[in-house]
């Protein structure tokens, strides 16, 4: 455990903020089996200003399950940063994280996600202004990458201009902007960002094995790890870190279905269907599985397909982060 300014985060295993992903029913279902803390995706400042109907489809939380209850804005003007900032925190947002990580064109056209890294002083101003409309009672977070691109790996002095603005802790995932996901998340960098800063630093890239996370842990010191594509259809990587318990092909069935259910409480079965392909990895037959469930959208006939699937089908093997991985510009649009 360790804390994020004034609170209390229970393990050392963050689920990571992703766009389409982490969703209330995701981050609750993260938190039951063992995730200390589950972000909500990107969510524009602007808006959260506007009062867009998207927004407040992200902002959707719940009070009693989900403590801290930590959400992520992106922008690149201040002014609007921090209004959505009061906004949230009113709503009541414990944990204010600010995305500067974000290498989709759309977001960093605007100045706003991994465009920041280009000029850390805007980082600096950003923090203050959100800082001095908030006041020190809710604790701002970031997220970065290494740097904007290989000339300008510039993590630690983003790091430091973080601390000094009054930032409570730094989630590095150690790929630039330009990298995108190629090659692999430089747990080297993460290490040198922990020894560089006193706030906590939590460590991300790549992790997708509860074996995988406490060797990170124990070479980087690092805080925290965050866990993004590993926990796509696997969410029990979180108790198997906390609780060291594997599911049985029952509590499998049941979360699916429960997920499935409080996902359709606001979506449709088409957006559940990404997660249906998730939780298939890794089984034999899965290819059959999946285009069933892509054709149907009669609920409890899909329902009864997942019975038949997960009750019947053993998990032959964990699947690579590779296979996992969907474009998270595909996600984000
Ligand atoms: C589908 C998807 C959506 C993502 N959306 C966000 C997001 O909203 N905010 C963010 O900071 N990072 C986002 N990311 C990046 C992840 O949080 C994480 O930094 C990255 O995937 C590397 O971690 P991993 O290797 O464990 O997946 C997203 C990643 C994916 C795959």
Same mark, same amino acid.
């Given at each position: 455990m360790f804390f994020i300014g004034k609170h209390l985060i229970k393990t050392r295993f963050l689920l990571a903020p992703m766009a389409g992903v982490s969703e209330m029913p995701f981050r609750i279902i993260a938190g039951e089996l063992g995730a200390g803390l589950a972000t909500t995706e990107l969510i524009s400042a602007k808006g959260i200003c506007q009062n867009s109907e998207r927004a407040r489809k992200y902002l959707r939380f719940n009070k009693e399950k989900e403590i801290p209850y930590s959400v992520q804005l992106f922008g690149g003007e201040e002014k609007v940063m921090a209004e959505a900032a009061v906004y949230v925190a009113k709503l009541g947002a414990n944990i204010i994280d600010i995305n500067f990580g974000c290498p989709v064109k759309k977001v960093t056209k605007t100045g706003a996600g991994s465009a920041f890294l280009k000029t850390p /002083?805007?980082?600096?101003?950003?923090?203050?202004?959100?800082?001095?409309?908030?006041?020190?009672?809710?604790?701002?977070?970031?997220? /970065?990458r290494s740097g904007w691109d290989a000339d300008q790996i510039n993590f630690l002095e983003v790091g430091k201009i973080l601390e000094d603005a009054g930032c409570e802790a730094i989630a590095i995932h150690g790929r630039t902007r330009a990298q995108g996901y190629v090659g692999l998340s430089d747990w080297g960098i993460i290490k040198k960002l922990k020894d560089c800063v006193k706030i906590p630093v939590i460590g991300n890239g790549d992790i997708i094995s509860a074996d995988q996370a406490n060797v990170r842990l124990l070479e980087t010191n690092c805080d925290a790890v965050m866990i993004g594509r590993g926990a796509l259809g696997n969410p029990w990587i979180f108790q198997e870190l906390k609780y060291k318990k594997k599911p049985n092909q029952k509590e499998i069935y049941d979360l699916i279905i429960r997920h499935l259910d409080e996902h359709l409480e606001y979506n449709s079965i088409k957006s559940f269907r990404n997660h249906l392909i998730w939780y298939s990895k890794g089984y034999t037959g899965n290819a059959q599985f999946r285009?069933?469930?892509?054709?149907l959208t009669e609920i409890n006939h899909i329902k009864e397909i997942i019975g038949n699937f997960f009750l019947n089908t053993v998990k032959e093997n964990n699947s690579s982060i590779v296979t996992h991985c969907i474009d998270y510009r595909q996600a984000f649009g």
């Open positions: /002083i805007r980082i600096f101003n950003l923090i203050k202004t959100i800082k001095s409309a908030l006041g020190n009672e809710i604790p701002i977070t970031a997220k /970065i285009s069933l469930v892509a054709e």
